[in-house]
């Protein structure tokens, strides 16, 4: 079973993971780059993606890229759902863009 994590559980994980021992290159390179962009705490990113999937048209994996970005703007949203040639309706980016704004 696949699991997305958004960029604040990875920073959390890797934190953790760093206090037990050495991390490699890559984890080094992935707690860099998670610490720089995360930018929100775990739980509050949890909580985000988990409103985010109440949405019917929002799945997980297109909620934890929502969370990470934090779009303020329609075109931020229409560029996560790009790739797979969705096209959402303005009142279904309406509702992400609100959504995302109580976190901000």
Known sequence: MRKYLTLAEVKELLLE???KRELNVLQKSSLIHAEEFARL??????????????????????????ADILPIHPDQVRAIYYKEKIVL????IKKILDIVAKYI
């Not at 990113?45 to 890229?65: I, T």
């Not at 309706?89 to 279904?92: I, N, Q, S």
């Open 17 to 19: 993971e760093n206090e």
């Open 41 to 66: 705490k775990k739980d509050e990113a949890q909580k985000l993606v988990e409103e985010l999937m109440s949405l019917e048209f929002v799945d997980e994996k297109h909620a934890v890229k929502i």
């Open 89 to 92: 309706p303005p009142e279904d």
